[in-house]
């Protein structure tokens, strides 16, 4: 059992121990005293959540609370916040025996990388120098819900076959390297990326899929029976699909510019979303000889079109532009899961489980080049004078740079995430292959037993067990008159 | 199989064909196609959507962001987008073997019925003569968002008994006659209707009756077996009940004046559910010999309250006054389950699956002429001089209208939408009963199977057939020694 | 049947009779009623839900009606509705057979709870002496939630030992309780509570565990095969779960200070949360030989950070003060339904369905003792001259406590919750005792089939019991040939 040769990869095939008794309480205590130490040295309330908010509003001529940050974020920050935990946790719980895992290590690997995050991001973007402090708001909150988003598409590849001590590690390098990612590419490369097309999902995915490839497990048919829906765990999948659709304009929007630029982003996505469910329909109903739909596309393929907003929601890409990206994710990302998952499996020896491939990572790049095309034709005469400042940042060292330019730094910026998606997912995988981390047999996948205690019956076998009991019964009483059965 | 007779009836019973493959695909890529260019010939964002907002707010001496009317209505919106994708979608989950089709279904004709109505709404309210452009901003997503929720309450009569075809072209004309009705009611009859229980529930239930009337299938006993709900499908559906329950304050709020104006409509429609749960379990309850409460009561009469408090939550109706609209509609709604569906299965010849008769088209009526008495018994004394003015926008060519009038032309607007739906709902059954939309026959509605792959086992099979398996080869052990008997 | 003695218990021995068709709906009925006259006598909008709300903000020099305190209110008022509907309800759900019972009575209790609350808690607290009215609006409408939250609580200890008339009485009597101990609390002793550790979780907890110890049943072991979850009642539960868990930072952030005050609230009980489930998960893993994890944990204890949040949120605390709080509630919790549930079960005669002492009363009341350090420590380097005012409202006959003397008074308040729920738990219990209210009998608890009707299929018995038809027939060929079997 095991992707095992001869020589030094010996180490690597001991048979599966998937007891993680010591190493997952051990993480979670020591990561967590770490996290409590490390926010007691950096972490403060910024001036808006201090109680010296009285005396920052008189001194900055604020003459309201409601223009507190929290009012123009909270909302969308909580319908984020339904996205990382409900919207990710539930859209995993297709599978016919891993729904608790699924949603449950989500719950777990989410709540400590929203620590992590604030951290990382904090010392990569808000550390103020002079006190060294990181001042957190509730933008830093939404902040590190993305950040977090990131790894946990990495999970939806690796659902089913990993521990979740491996989680944990996927999800400390996962946000580590999405930290500085996102500061060369926001900050160096000064892209816009409001929603996460680059920084979350093109990167999400293809981290994903790179541990996915290094952890290949050539035997992984041996679990197939468990890997696939029964009719309950799809329905409670699209709780998962219907929450990240309903909520993906807030996501979008969620950091973008007050005023104008909130409104514009959640149209966009809005429409964007709206027209990806008509072609993912389309193309599902296409793929079967009596046109039936497939719950897989449904539950995914219809989220693409916000995956590719996440970058040009925030720019004038037009009403009718949102519904053209989302009737090409659309179809895009239906053919993926038709044809581009298998073809991945068979070839290049990756193992998507939920298919992050399709909904994450090609939706992602193309959202990062659609929106690097956007901005290079944004215009004066379309977005204002002050608009395209306003839109592009276009100010302090970056004021001369003119949209052409802008749009060629969005590119580069997807290449980057792309680059760090792959590289940082191969030496995370090689990491994960230490034989230390409690991961299952190949034989043992997409199993909730192995890591949760889970109740034995299901309420329909009652009846039927008294029913066979009756039958056993009836049975016993002819063995014992003619043979000897022995008793089950 | 279908409903047929001699002559140029022959027509309509060619056996059924349930293949969707060529026409799902079609309708799909041709109207997202048509919207993709009516988006572009029409839809623009409103100017505070632009990245002109900058200039507009100084323009307008707009002091803040926070006045952008996206913080106004943005946490309403997104309240009622959950309403319309997993409220009414997991309302319709119920069924045993039909919730893929209740969730998915629902899903993607409101995805293609917002994009229309934003068209659709935009010609007859918002189209700017003179540049010939529509201007949309949230407002214009909720109404869009209202205007589909018409066409879903249509599809909860359906539900199971038509295929996903004759719900593109239900909603295609459901959204065209909402856009209609809603224009004469509202701007010609300038009745006040925010929560739309004339315009959406009126309108959108008895639309689904006159369907489901042409539509009538004698023979649909037949799917006698599958229609009704089991445990956990009721359970999913619960969840759909509590989400339109929790969020109607802010379905009847969404659009009503900032302010004054969303915060009661709020306050009445919180006060006028909660009653209703009382009155409709109490019902219940009382109906049943041991006074054992019936699901599909607790999953629908709950939420009569809401609907009828749709125009008149806005006028100062009292709290106390919402406690009674709700307390006598928890009262109708569970009478309505429990007499009026029957009957009029029995006599009438409509079969109305969820019931939408006692949900959206009695309380939806009774909601318009309790709008109607409340605006007649408005006066200046309750609601100020200039209270009464903005409430019911007495403005305009319309400032010499008295309460009394007002009344009587809200009334006059109920009989409208009753009128759109029952006569628009007719015709558009015409359309539906032509062979050549792929629906279901008389044996095989309610069953996800004809449009959907649906996935084989049961987690809770396994175990058992294990066990069987076991007891088959005792048998066969028995029956080795003494008969033959075929391998099953 | 029944906990029974000799002598004047006799009177509570009569065989049991759940028929609840006459008291049920006479509750409902009445109380109903009861709540539309009081309503007509004393509830009135304020003036911001009023129509002559445009004359309010012109003698109050308001400028936009952006200032209404609905725009401040309502995103979190949702937030606080979806925590005590979905969030409850579902939570509920885990059981087996209960799953109707768990989120349709909590659904009951919780509509009529929250009229009541309004009209308890205004006569305590917003009764205008000089016109004898209650004028409640957004704010009036969040307490009322939390009011019923505590009887909600108290339902967790009892889940599926009551009838729905059982229920009605805790909720009355809850309600009641609570209001007292609320005045007592926040307006006597001048605590501060926003998120109610003391008033909601402390209070709710020990009522619902006095109650369910008066009414103790020694023989519920009788009912112990449905005492327990299935697969998919775990997943629903998990629903619960998240959006308790979700919403958290809105329930306590829900009613503090506009601008700072909520922001911080929000921001440490998010880090509280996040920080609970590692340490849950971490206690989890370890009391398993193999490291498994618990569903109950993850369900419960991962919420107990919120719950110890709900006083000190709102002060100072500092980030890593709350992760530090999360951190011990995880721990705390956790062993809390390892070992003291059983031994309160076992030598206490506690039966806690739930087990809301690990996630309510414990950690309120630690949550309250938080609190009071918290406050005690409070100091102006800290807060600010301004912040400490407005923190702890040290302003009219209280502007001379000291942050020493509000630390004391916290922890009084904090006895005072206890005190409340114990007390008038038990009082609660006797009269629940009497046996008229259509209790379910020992073998007949936590079984939906008692007051509801139940569908009679699961979706996955047909093609098994299709199977063992099939071997039937088989086995009859058998018995036919040989024996005399008696047909099943």
């Given at each position: 059992?095991?992707?095992?040769?001869?020589?030094?990869?010996?180490?690597?095939?001991?048979?599966?121990?998937?007891?993680?008794?010591?190493?997952?309480?051990?993480?979670c205590?020591?990561?967590?005293?770490?996290?409590i130490?490390?926010?007691?040295v950096?972490?403060?309330?910024?001036?808006?959540?201090?109680?010296?908010?009285?005396?920052?509003?008189?001194?900055?001529?604020?003459?309201?609370?409601?223009?507190?940050?929290?009012?123009?974020?909270?909302?969308?920050?909580?319908?984020?916040?339904?996205?990382?935990?409900?919207?990710?946790?539930f859209?995993?719980?297709?599978?016919?025996?891993y729904?608790?895992?699924?949603?449950?290590?989500?719950?777990?690997?989410?709540?400590?990388?929203?620590?992590?995050?604030?951290?990382?991001?904090?010392?990569?973007?808000?550390?103020?120098?002079?006190?060294g402090?990181?001042?957190?708001?509730?933008?830093?909150?939404?902040?590190?819900?993305?950040?977090?988003?990131?790894?946990?598409?990495a999970?939806?590849?690796?659902?089913?076959?990993?521990?979740?001590?491996q989680?944990?590690?996927?999800?400390?390098?996962?946000?580590?390297?999405?930290a500085?990612?996102?500061?060369?590419?926001?900050?160096?490369?000064?892209?816009?990326?409001?929603?996460?097309?680059?920084?979350?999902?093109?990167?999400?995915?293809?981290?994903?899929?790179?541990?996915?490839?290094?952890?290949?497990?050539?035997?992984?048919?041996?679990?197939?029976?468990?890997?696939?829906?029964?009719?309950?765990?799809?329905?409670?999948?699209?709780?998962?699909?219907l929450?990240?659709?309903?909520?993906?304009?807030?996501?979008?929007?969620?950091?973008?510019?007050?005023?104008?630029?909130?409104?514009?982003?959640?149209?966009?996505?809005?429409?964007?979303?709206?027209?990806?469910?008509?072609?993912?329909?389309?193309?599902?109903?296409?793929?079967?000889?009596?046109?039936?739909?497939?719950?897989?596309?449904?539950?995914?393929?219809t989220?693409?079109?916000g995956?590719?907003?996440?970058?040009?929601?925030e720019?004038?890409?037009?009403?009718?532009?949102?519904?053209?990206?989302?009737?090409?994710?659309?179809?895009?990302?239906?053919?993926?899961?038709?044809?581009?998952?298998?073809?991945?499996?068979?070839?290049?020896?990756?193992?998507?489980?939920?298919?992050?491939?399709?909904?994450?990572?090609?939706?992602?790049?193309?959202?990062?080049?659609?929106?690097?095309?956007t901005?290079?034709?944004?215009?004066?005469?379309?977005?204002?004078?002050?608009?395209?400042?306003?839109?592009?940042?276009?100010?302090?060292?970056f004021?001369d740079?003119?949209?052409?330019?802008?749009?060629?730094?969005?590119?580069?910026?997807?290449?980057?995430?792309?680059?760090?998606?792959?590289?940082?997912g191969?030496?995370?995988?090689?990491?994960?292959?230490?034989?230390?981390?409690?991961?299952?047999?190949?034989?043992n996948?997409?199993?909730?037993?192995?890591?949760?205690?889970?109740?034995?019956?299901?309420?329909?076998?009652?009846?039927?067990?008294?029913?066979?009991?009756?039958?056993?019964?009836?049975?016993?009483?002819?063995?014992?008159?003619?043979?000897?059965?022995?008793?089950?």
């Amino acid at each position: 059992m095991g992707n095992c040769a001869q020589g030094f990869k010996d180490f690597f095939c001991r048979p599966k121990n998937t007891n993680v008794r010591v190493s997952l309480p051990a993480v979670c205590f020591v990561w967590q005293i770490a996290m409590i130490i490390l926010f007691g040295v950096f972490i403060r309330y910024n001036e808006e959540a201090d109680t010296h908010w009285v005396e920052h509003k008189k001194s900055h001529n604020i003459t309201s609370d409601i223009e507190n940050d929290f009012y123009f974020r909270y909302p969308s920050f909580q319908d984020v916040h339904v996205m990382i935990f409900v919207g990710f946790g539930f859209l995993m719980t297709f599978l016919k025996r891993y729904s608790f895992g699924g949603v449950g290590f989500n719950f777990l690997i989410a709540s400590f990388g929203v620590q992590w995050a604030l951290l990382m991001q904090g010392w990569f973007h808000t550390l103020d120098h002079s006190t060294g402090k990181i001042y957190i708001g509730v933008e830093s909150l939404i902040n590190a819900d993305f950040c977090t988003a990131g790894s946990l598409i990495a999970y939806g590849a690796l659902l089913g076959k990993v521990s979740p001590v491996q989680l944990m590690v996927v999800t400390l390098f996962g946000v580590t390297l999405f930290a500085v990612e996102e500061y060369i590419i926001l900050s160096l490369l000064h892209c816009r990326d409001a929603g996460g097309s680059m920084v979350i999902h093109c990167f999400g995915g293809y981290y994903g899929l790179a541990i996915s490839w290094v952890l290949y497990r050539p035997k992984l048919h041996l679990s197939q029976r468990l890997n696939g829906s029964v009719y309950h765990s799809d329905v409670f999948a699209m709780i998962g699909t219907l929450f990240l659709w309903m909520f993906w304009p807030s996501f979008n929007s969620a950091i973008t510019d007050h005023g104008d630029g909130q409104h514009r982003t959640a149209i966009n996505t809005y429409l964007a979303l709206a027209s990806c469910v008509l072609t993912s329909v389309a193309i599902s109903s296409m793929s079967q000889k009596t046109g039936k739909l497939d719950m897989v596309h449904i539950q995914n393929a219809t989220l693409a079109g916000g995956v590719a907003m996440g970058t040009a929601a925030e720019f004038m890409i037009t009403p009718y532009g949102a519904l053209i990206v989302g009737f090409c994710m659309g179809i895009i990302s239906t053919f993926g899961y038709l044809f581009v998952t298998p073809f991945l499996e068979k070839y290049l020896k990756i193992q998507d489980t939920c298919g992050v491939h399709n909904l994450h990572a090609v939706p992602g790049m193309l959202g990062g080049f659609i929106g690097a095309i956007t901005a290079a034709a944004a215009s004066e005469s379309v977005y204002g004078k002050e608009g395209l400042i306003s839109t592009f940042d276009f100010e302090g060292s970056f004021k001369d740079r003119t949209p052409g330019t802008q749009g060629g730094f969005q590119a580069a910026g997807t290449c980057v995430s792309i680059a760090f998606g792959l590289v940082g997912g191969a030496l995370v995988g090689l990491i994960l292959r230490l034989p230390i981390w409690g991961d299952p047999a190949d034989d043992n996948c997409f199993e909730d037993e192995v890591y949760w205690e889970v109740p034995e019956d299901e309420e329909s076998i009652p009846p039927v067990l008294e029913y066979n009991n009756h039958m056993i019964h009836k049975h016993q009483d002819i063995s014992e008159s003619n043979f000897s059965v022995e008793q089950s």
